[in-house]
């Protein structure tokens, strides 16, 4: 009898999570290994809660739909599984109903926070005997996973933010007045999104004309020297920062205090806001902030087709590893050419990826650490390209129906 | 001999009006009645300034792109002309200057300060006995101006709004917990732009819950109640906020002093700040608050075809208005029909329209001051209509050069 599968998604959102849960669909459907595919709602607490959504009679139409739909379409979690040693519990239970609805893999898209739950469900499976497959697929718009080349998500949201950041600079450009425009973009500790803004430059737009990342201390007294350096040949100043930039004691630049989440990541806001008021402090000059805030994730009408298909992708593969018989892995990919851009699909022990960070290189951003250099944007361009087909309905975008996240729908 | 003609830019950004400046400079051509077309660099005080582009050879294709450039392509400025009476001088240097250059017409794309502009050089053309023709051409995002159905800028601000709010309410639904999102919303005096998000309402989504406009006194503890009345049957509420929201005595509700500009408008920020903090101290959900911030006025890519297409009748009506002797006026639309959708075009004494604000009328208001009724979305609803096409290059955005507006381009 042919086994059934799960598949779920954790973490936060991206517009490209979506497309990676359409290629276990359309995978899982045509290559006929799975019986019956269970999209878990709400993560792995959906299985806890028995709450699934049936996909295995997914239409063609609706996988496209899927795939530039943004968000979680099976909604999400933050639940963090305890180590076995700790308790046992949790995983008795996950795998008592794994075995009662007859499952042979489990699925999990998501960041590093979901790779350690896959990462911990292969290993108790293995411990026990289990032949459950689990297999992660990677996303985050944060782009900080270790082992690949960059992860889904991340090329959408910076497509997003590059032309974010030159619409704004149209916007700044207009005024025969010195100004200064700080933008704050996500990136709680990588810098990469940050950086992407760098690709709003052309042959006449300089901005943003100043880049800080996380990687490299912050320093209120330099980055007003930086501004002061520009002020006599630039009218409009532009910058990008991100929300995780740090001084050289690693304490935050915001104006908010941080609070921690249950993974212990730092709550941030408030760090463009913060530049803002120092600047209007010390040098007097017209001042704005701007945090771009949650649309640079769901944006999905500005998503990058490469993007997407790559997404797509990294899901199908995740299911024919599974059927093959892999286990404990994450799908991914890695560049083989820059011009063309070029990549091969591969798979990695997810236990090389689990509760990692990978930050911006040192040496992708500049010595005096308000830029990044063309290396970056080297390597960033090529994950911008293509744009995909987006759907209106009364001159508003219009996605696939999510009522089944929605209590209050009817 | 042909007479010349100036347009100018002036106020804040919209992505409609350079298809307004698209549609003078093509009516211009076209009609062959104005010998060379000069634009002028930030607005009049590039007459002052004596900067100007020669407009009069564009192509075809330049005006296209035109169309669908964001911001300004003349650069804008924030001047204030003084009453006559004050100081005349301003008034002699400038008419002499038009005298000079042969102008036959001065067309002006702005709001309502801009509207002020156009009724006093009119009315001192007239004084002196000169025969140039003064026009203005309306556009604010704010669709605050009387007189008129609605001002292009609106319907493509309104179409991003509604969007971004659909796209955010997707970010909001994934998780299995009770959370607040409090989006706030530009427009310091009218809650048009507010209203907008209602527009992001479909068949399973009735995110915003509560929408706030300044229009009605904004009461906190009535704010809480109606968050609190939500709770038990919505998991995520999701709110639209003016920036403007004021209370009984008419303070701002927002966490900045309101410091005032120029025109003696407040400068606002902080309102959805301001009530996340509320929201968390009052009822300890999760909470969050967005600023859409200057996006809503320059995310050209979401423009809507319909605001851009009256954009550019407005700006060519204007010189055949002027071409035909008229002045002081400004051009407009009148709306004919809902179902379908049809206006007529008009022009009206400026002297109607500069210095007022048109509010939005108390009955298209919920009673519990909480909502928009039917009428204000069947009023909204045709003006987001189609989409424009944008061009991308390397997946980013990619608008008209503006180079010269941008001293450091170089």
Redesign the interface.
Same mark, same amino acid.
């Given at each position: 009898m042919k086994k059934n599968c799960i598949v779920a998604q954790s973490g936060g959102?991206t517009v490209a999570i979506n497309a990676s849960l359409a290629g276990v669909i359309k995978e899982a459907i045509q290559s006929d290994c799975y019986e019956t595919v269970y999209g878990s /709602? @709400?993560g792995i607490?959906g299985v806890f809660k028995r709450e699934f959504l049936d996909l295995s009679k997914s239409s063609d139409r609706f996988i496209e739909q899927l795939k530039y !739909?943004?968000?979680?379409y099976l909604?999400? $979690?933050?639940y963090k599984l305890p180590d076995t040693e700790e308790d046992i519990t949790a995983y008795e239970t996950l795998f008592a109903i794994f075995e009662e609805m007859n499952i042979g893999a489990f699925f999990y898209i998501g960041g590093n926070d979901s790779m350690d739950t896959v990462a911990k469900l292969s290993k108790y499976a293995q411990s026990i005997g289990s032949p459950i497959r689990v297999v992660g697929i990677p996303k985050t718009i944060d782009n900080d996973l270790v082992g690949v080349d960059h992860t889904p998500g991340f090329g959408s949201a910076a497509?997003y933010i590059?032309? *974010?950041m030159? #619409?704004?600079a149209?916007?700044t450009? /207009?005024?025969?007045l010195n100004s200064v425009l700080i933008v704050e973009i996500m990136g709680r500790d990588a810098g990469w999104l940050t950086a992407a803004s760098a &690709?709003?430059r052309?042959?006449? *737009?300089?901005a943003p004309h100043l880049i800080y990342l996380p990687e490299v201390a912050f320093d209120k007294d330099n980055f007003i020297k930086d501004i002061q350096a520009l002020m006599p !040949? !630039?009218?409009?100043i532009i910058i990008a920062v991100s929300e995780g930039i740090r001084d050289k004691n690693g304490n935050y630049i915001s104006a908010t205090t941080a609070a921690a989440d249950k993974f212990g990541h730092a709550q941030l806001s408030g760090t463009g806001k913060c530049l803002e008021l120092l600047v209007k402090e010390r040098l007097g000059v017209k001042v704005?902030s701007? #945090?771009i805030?949650?649309?640079q994730? $769901?944006?999905? @009408?500005?998503a990058?087709m490469?993007d997407i298909d790559e997404a797509f992708l990294l899901g199908s593969l995740a299911v024919e590893k599974a059927s093959e018989g892999h286990t404990a892995i994450m799908t991914g990919l890695v560049r083989t050419s820059n011009t063309p851009y070029t990549y091969e699909l591969i798979t990695l022990p997810v236990s090389e990826v689990a509760n990692q960070a990978k930050e911006v290189p040192r040496h992708w951003i500049n010595d005096s650490g308000n830029d990044v250099t063309s290396d970056m944007i080297d390597y960033i361009?090529p &994950? &911008? #390209?293509? #744009?995909v087909p !987006?759907n209106?309905?009364?001159?508003?975008?219009?996605?696939l129906?999510? *009522?089944h &996240? /929605?209590?209050?729908?009817?």
């Open positions: 959102p /709602i @709400h607490q !739909t943004p968000a979680m909604g999400s $979690c933050r497509k590059a032309s *974010s030159r #619409e704004m149209y916007d450009y /207009i005024y025969d &690709l709003a052309n042959s006449f *737009s300089k !040949t !630039t009218k409009n704005r701007v #945090e805030n949650v649309l994730r $769901c944006a999905a @009408h500005m990058s490469a361009k &994950l &911008l #390209e293509g #744009e !987006t209106y309905v009364d001159g508003v975008v219009d996605y129906d999510v *009522s &996240l /929605i209590p209050d729908s009817n």
